[in-house]
């Protein structure tokens, strides 16, 4: 019988869910990697028991895992990332020079045809490619050419958080850092330019129609359909229809348009789902009403799903890779919150349920279909 | 053979005990004690000082004999003590909130 399994990130470590496909009752098993910050952790999409995990600590710094038994297990493997070359220095926040330095990785994502090839977007921004289940990292050190001296850290860091490959063609990837952009490859990782066009930060930036300095928070596509690209941005949701050539907002009645995640349903390319969060600067849902706002026409058109989240004094956040889907009919939607909540809806958002209540603060949700 | 004390975080890391032992060669400095543990639990390379520069994480601290070595050379003896195995050379995560 198929089932799901939610990997959850959390401060203070990780946590995996486990239903079978009626997704009512959860099974509970963690926290793996007690006391460290799980930032990621991700299932290999051609088998699904090859886990890979990122663990950071500001103490020991970092450290990678993998599992090849569905997470019971775990083994360390490489946490080398060496930057290729000298890599130079990047803008800092009072505008001068700073030296590229490793801090942590964010996100980590398998490849869609072999579960030992992987790739890391790490903190100072850089995009990290392993082809032997991570015992070895290298740097696809061409991203940084793309105007890597103007690119500065956001609040939570200079961090390479989204990484998107194209299920028709592996030598297609997109990447999203927090405030510097969103970047493209077409040649694996060789060459990469940014892909901004169409994106305004009025208020962010001197130049609003820059081509690097954006603060983009989170992409997502559907594998259906490559080119379409949907983004969150600090203010401003986003699409693409081609693969990031240029952007539209469709934020429509939005009640803010700021936020972190968003995400696609399975079986409905033009279904979307965004958390709106009030403002940059309160990090929390809009009259404290935790409501997901789904679009089913692509953008623009919104309508809030509330049933079953808290509508009265929540001041939760929800963090840019806390949301995603499972590919069971009808599509499941997952997201984590900053109070330790990891919420579920079984029918594409029509209704919530909350699996677990007191979890660490939650840092990342990914979910696994089973067979 | 050196003592060792790690913190949790490393001794679970490492899938061994709070108190290791090591064979480490003359001279019995910090920085070969680090080479000797490292190459004997090859995961803990990075989480006490860099691949590269061989420097100390900012919040870790290397305490032997009630004295505070962490601002010590290196290359400089660890103490008799732990020279010939009494006491142990303990690696403690700083008091840093979080």
Redesign the interface.
């Known amino acids: 019988m198929s089932g799901v399994r939610v990997l959850v990130g959390t401060h203070k470590g990780a946590f995996i869910l486990t239903s079978d496909a009626k997704r009512s009752q959860w099974e509970v098993s963690g926290p793996h990697f007690p006391?460290?910050d799980i930032y990621h952790i991700k299932g290999s999409p051609v088998n699904p028991d090859r886990l890979y995990a990122s663990q950071s600590?500001?103490?020991?710094?970092?450290?990678i895992h993998r599992s090849d038994d569905g997470g019971k297990s775990w083994s360390?493997v490489s946490?080398?990332f060496?930057y290729e070359g000298n890599p130079g220095t990047h803008q800092w926040y009072d505008g001068t020079q700073h030296p590229w330095e490793f801090k942590r990785v964010w996100y980590l994502e398998p490849s869609p045809t072999d579960p030992d090839t992987l790739y890391a977007g790490v903190e100072d921004a850089a995009l990290f490619r392993s082809s032997d289940g991570g015992e070895s990292w290298q740097e696809l050190a061409g991203l940084r050419e793309v105007k890597g001296h103007l690119w500065q850290p956001g609040a939570g860091g200079m961090c390479l958080h989204t990484i998107l490959i194209d299920p028709r063609n592996s030598g297609r990837m997109a990447v999203a850092i927090s405030a510097a952009g969103a970047f493209r490859t077409d040649d694996g990782g060789e060459t990469w330019r940014a892909i901004t066009k169409g994106l305004r930060s009025d208020y962010e930036l001197p130049d609003p129609d820059a081509d690097v300095g954006h603060c983009v928070h989170n992409i997502a596509m559907h594998p259906s359909r490559p080119d379409v690209l949907f983004m969150q941005k600090h203010w401003d949701v986003m699409r693409s229809d081609n693969g990031g050539d240029t952007w539209q907002e469709v934020s429509g009645n939005l009640p803010s348009d700021f936020g972190f995640p968003i995400a696609v349903h399975a079986h409905e390319p033009e279904t979307i789902y965004v958390v709106p969060i009030k403002s940059d600067s309160e990090h929390f849902p809009p009259e404290g009403k935790l409501r997901v706002y789904r679009s089913r026409t692509g953008g623009n058109e919104w309508e809030a799903l509330t049933k079953g989240l808290p509508q009265e004094n929540c001041y939760v956040n929800i963090l840019r890779s806390a949301m995603a889907v499972d590919s069971l009919d009808p599509c499941g939607v997952y997201f984590g919150t900053t109070g330790g909540q990891v919420y579920a809806s079984a029918d594409a958002g029509d209704h919530w349920t909350t699996i677990v209540h007191e979890l660490p603060a939650v840092l990342s949700v990914e979910v696994q279909t089973l067979p | 053979m050196i003592r060792v004390v790690l913190?949790?975080?490393?001794w679970r890391?490492a899938n061994t005990s709070r108190e290791v032992e090591i064979q480490v060669d003359e001279p019995v400095s910090l920085a070969a004690v680090l080479e000797a543990l490292e190459s004997k639990y090859p995961?803990l390379?990075?989480?006490?000082r860099d691949?590269?520069t061989k420097e100390r994480?900012a919040?870790?601290r290397f305490f032997a004999c009630g004295e505070d070595l962490t601002h010590e050379s290196p290359q400089a003896l660890l103490p008799e003590p732990v020279r010939i195995g009494e006491e142990p050379l303990r690696i403690v995560?700083?008091m840093?909130g979080?």
Do not use: C, E, Y
């Not at chain 1, 600590?57 to 450290?63: A, C, K, L, R, Y």
């Not at chain 2, 390379?45 to 006490?48: A, E, L, V, Y």
């Open positions: 006391g460290w600590s500001d103490w020991f710094g970092q450290v360390p946490n080398k060496i | 913190p949790t975080h490393l890391l995961m390379r990075g989480t006490i691949h590269v994480r919040f870790l995560g700083a840093a979080g």
